[in-house]
């Protein structure tokens, strides 16, 4: 044998090669209690993380310069490979870049911190003072949180723009950026990513950017989407322009503007793109009787449509051939999706799980069937997520919201687990459609997780499972 095949085989015997404890982790870094430089300056701060090996330490990456900040969350996401059976040690420094360049001077040095990636991994989150020199601690401190990665490696391209936006400058005309941050299982959020800032400009537009499914949304895009809409007739009749369902020929009205800021975000974590849409609270053809879960495309066998532009579509041409009507009863479109997800829960590992998004004026009638339907509702595999527009007393709605309290069924059952989260549009029709998305989606992902940790069903591995299958005899 060659040298280098001896080497080879102890090496792959010894598990050098192709360790099966590698993870990839994913490290954020913020920082707080930052020095002022003087009386007039604040610092520009930046963090340089080094990793050691065989005694040395070596720079693996540095975060972003954010300017004039003593509190910064950095955007930058360290990756680096994790062994468990390794001791790794990692150095944080924190750094003043006062220069234009990014050359690391002995003047701009303000802390470190060290520690083990173990030790990061095994809290989630770490929070240590940074040590000067000499090892003396000051009044700053860095907190790094720790996130395993799924193993997709599948990237998206977002662009975002912004138009009139408040002004905030009292000289000239605002400076925005814009953050973007995802929402962690334990209900906290993580900046995502923040874009660069224009200057003097209240209708943005900024460059897009690469972001990976990992740090977006830990892999997860296989969600469910359901979408029902309010047609009673307290939203005003559609031929008048002060009807909530007034069609307009060049402005979406309240419903499409809601339906389609959370729909285009929802749309990216629904697999087939294909969306069951429901009305309540109309007269339909042909006989012209009440109904309160009536395809909005009339075809009862099959209401999906293709994609958030399909359920737009449907609801224009909809809108003509019904008589809005009334009462205002939601629980019978939440039993029908939780029919469906009774059927899914009944299989073996529930892989699909349900999500209801209402729009609606928000004057329920059915208050103590919904709440039965909602009780009922939190032991399967679906959320709702009820849009209210207009400007009703949302009061009600609040009360399913179990943000103030456990919501019970007029029995006194309580709720199993917290699903319904609503959110007034009337609070976000002047902010940017991200902003009603994010508010909707924020308690979503701990609902999904919270379901699937009461049954004791794990994530499933992508990877692993399509790897396995493209290799089955």
């Keep these: 044998l060659k040298m280098s095949n001896i080497y080879e085989s102890a090496a792959t015997t010894l598990g050098l090669f192709n360790s099966p404890c590698l993870t990839k982790v994913e490290l954020r870094v913020a920082c707080k209690g930052i020095s002022d430089r003087?009386?007039?300056?604040?610092?520009?701060?930046?963090?340089?993380?080094?990793?050691?090996?065989?005694?040395?330490?070596?720079?693996?990456?540095?975060?972003e310069v954010i300017r004039s900040s003593i509190s910064p969350v950095f955007s930058k996401v360290f990756t680096v490979d994790y062994y468990f059976e390794e001791v790794q040690r990692l150095r944080f420094e924190l750094h003043d870049i006062s220069s234009n360049h990014n050359g690391l001077k002995e003047a701009d040095f303000q802390g470190a911190m060290e520690c083990t990636l173990g030790q990061i991994v095994s809290q989630r989150k770490l929070s240590k003072a940074l040590l000067k020199q000499g090892n003396t601690a000051g009044k700053s401190s860095i907190t790094v949180t720790a996130e395993e990665l799924s193993g997709n490696d599948d990237y998206v391209e977002l662009a975002f723009s912004a138009k009139k936006l408040d002004d905030k400058d009292f000289f000239s005309k605002s400076d925005p950026f814009l953050e973007i941050f995802r929402v962690n299982d334990d209900g906290t959020a993580s900046l995502v990513h923040r874009t660069e800032t224009i200057m003097n400009n209240l209708s943005p537009v900024w460059k897009s950017f690469k972001v990976s499914l990992n740090t977006l949304c830990s892999g997860h895009h296989e969600r469910e989407l359901k979408v029902a809409i309010d047609f009673t007739a307290s939203n005003g009749d559609p031929r008048n322009s002060c009807s909530l369902h007034y069609i307009h020929p060049y402005q979406p009205n309240e419903y499409l503007k809601a339906l389609i800021a959370v729909g285009e975000i929802c749309q990216d974590y629904d697999s087939d793109k294909m969306f069951p849409a429901f009305g309540f609270g109309a007269q339909i053809p042909p006989d012209f009787k009440v109904s309160h879960d009536f395809a909005v495309n009339f075809d009862e066998d099959n209401p999906e449509c293709a994609g958030i532009q399909g359920v737009v579509e449907a609801y224009q041409n909809c809108l003509p051939k019904i008589q809005l009507y009334g009462p205002t009863n939601i629980a019978p479109i939440i039993q029908k999706v939780a029919d469906s997800a009774s059927e899914e829960m009944h299989t073996k590992e529930a892989m699909e799980y349900f999500i209801l998004l209402i729009l609606t004026d928000g004057v329920i009638t059915d208050m103590a069937d919904t709440r039965?339907?909602?009780?009922?509702?939190s032991h399967l595999p679906m959320s709702v997520i009820i849009v209210g527009i207009g400007s009703a007393d949302f009061s009600d709605m609040q009360m399913l919201d179990g943000d103030d309290g456990i919501l019970r069924s007029p029995k006194g059952e309580p709720v199993l687990r917290d699903i319904v989260q609503f959110v007034p549009f009337r609070n976000f029709k002047h902010a940017s459609p991200a902003a009603l998305a994010k508010s909707v989606l924020a308690e979503v992902p701990n609902q999904v997780v919270d379901y699937y940790n009461?049954?004791?069903?794990?994530?499933?591995?992508?990877?692993?499972?399509?790897?396995?299958?493209?290799?089955?005899?």
């Design 454 to 473: 009461g049954k004791g069903i794990k994530p499933k591995c992508l990877s692993n499972f399509e790897s396995s299958r493209a290799f089955s005899p």
């Design 38 to 63: 003087d009386a007039l300056s604040k610092p520009d701060p930046c963090v340089v993380l080094k990793m050691q090996s065989h005694g040395q330490w070596f720079e693996v990456d540095r975060t």
């Design 372 to 377: 039965e339907a909602i009780v009922h509702a």
